[in-house]
């Protein structure tokens, strides 16, 4: 295990624990004006198309925390209720979405899913005074919009770094290594960490490739992979595209170590890639639900196991109704408020900086027996000097 701890960030952690002393959240200071009958907030998400996975396993948490903070009394005594968009995962109905919900006067929306989709609603979100907050994308440049945007998931610079240094710690055998990724704003700034931050760990790159959605089939990138021989190939990207991917390579006697991003941490890629699937290792935002009743409570709900995304929902929603609670129900009210926040979740504590981004915790994800199981939780795999390097 990489475990350098720097001094800033043991006081960090203090801070942590002395929030999770409150349970859940730090009020701050007297509640703010009336609400209206109901607090409504809005949600653009791709619920159909080639990202629906995440979509609604996000719905499914958002729905879940809707459901404890009613059963509650609501925010402050006001009923809260949301209201969804399917956006396809297209950026141009999102922004339509994002506008629409602007007209209504509808202060704060959970998602989008895909950091494209982010990126192109942001400026318009900052200039309306909308807030943003997303449980999925990652893209470093959504930093730039501090007062508008949110995440509850890290920035990929830091998930590039943790995937460089974990790969070889997990593999010692492993010297080069291919990069396969998503050519969208993702994959690129995902690719470009892990690009910058492997040879640092000791290893080479010996291809580095981009490839579009939804193609039919990948045969030159297995053609390529096979011509350079790595030790292991780094896979960005989403489940449907990589379980083509992998399947190719498996027709085609690829033997290396493979190694996913985040993307694809969920089991719907053993299910449709079967035992070539064993053995992938991969990095994954700290996610692991604490809870078995929450645990419990879901799999009766929807009758299959919990993935990452649903868990990140709830979080999100809970954070936003915290938030309002503190602050109000307008944009600036919501935006102070959450960079107030001090929050311990479903899978572990919500932070936010001055750019809106929270500090980094991974989970070290492999497929065993058919399922993505945790090798170890919670891991800070760089310190604060590193970051300073950078």
């Given amino acids: 295990m ?33 609400f209206p009958d109901e607090i409504v907030v809005g949600s653009i998400l791709p619920l159909s198309g080639p990202m629906e996975t995440y979509g609604i396993e996000i719905k499914r948490g958002i729905d879940m925390a809707v459901s404890d903070i009613n059963e509650q009394g609501g925010i402050k005594g006001t009923p809260l209720s949301v209201e969804y968009f399917d956006n396809l995962g297209n950026p141009n109905m999102a922004l339509f979405a994002l506008k629409k919900f602007a007209e209504k006067g509808v202060p704060v929306i959970i998602g989008p899913v895909s950091s494209t989709t982010a990126l192109t609603i942001a400026p318009y979100a900052e200039e309306e005074k909308v807030v943003i907050i997303s449980p999925a994308a990652t893209n470093p440049n959504l930093s730039e919009y501090k007062d508008y945007f949110f995440r509850t998931i890290s920035s990929d610079i830091y998930q590039g770094k943790g995937m460089a240094k974990v790969l070889p710690t997990m593999y010692p055998d492993v010297q080069s290594a291919a990069v396969l990724y998503l050519n969208n704003d993702y994959g690129r700034e995902l690719k470009n960490s892990f690009v910058t931050w492997f040879p640092k760990a000791g290893g080479h790159i010996v291809l580095i490739e981009s490839y579009e959605p939804r193609e039919k089939s990948y045969s030159e990138l297995i053609d390529k992979i096979i011509y350079t021989k790595p030790d292991a190939v780094v896979l ?56 078995k009743s929450f645990i419990k409570r879901y799999e009766s709900e929807y009758g299959t196991g919990i993935n990452w995304p649903v868990s990140y929902g709830y979080d999100t929603m809970a954070i936003v109704s915290e938030a309002i609670s503190a602050g109000g129900y307008k944009g600036p009210e919501i935006s102070s408020a959450l960079k107030r926040i001090r929050y311990l979740g479903l899978c572990g504590p919500k932070v ?17 027996n058919g399922k993505w199981q945790r090798v170890k939780w919670n891991q800070i795999v760089f310190s604060d000097e590193e970051d300073e390097e950078d």
Avoid: H
Avoid at 247 to 266: T, Y
Avoid at 361 to 366: E, L, Y
């Fill in 2 to 34: 990489i475990r350098k701890i720097s001094i800033s960030t043991v006081l960090f952690l203090i801070v942590i624990l002395i929030s999770a002393f409150f349970m859940i959240s730090t009020n701050f200071g007297p509640p703010p004006g009336d």
């Fill in 236 to 291: 960005i990207g989403t489940v449907e595209d990589a379980g083509i991917i992998l399947k190719e390579a498996e027709n085609n006697g690829v033997n290396v170590k493979w190694f996913c991003s985040e993307g694809l941490v969920n089991d719907e890629l053993p299910d449709s890639v079967g035992k070539y699937s064993e053995g992938i290792a991969g990095l994954m935002q700290s996610s692991q639900v604490q809870s």
């Fill in 352 to 368: 936010f900086d001055e750019n809106g981004d929270i500090p980094p915790a991974f989970d070290i994800m492999r497929i065993e």
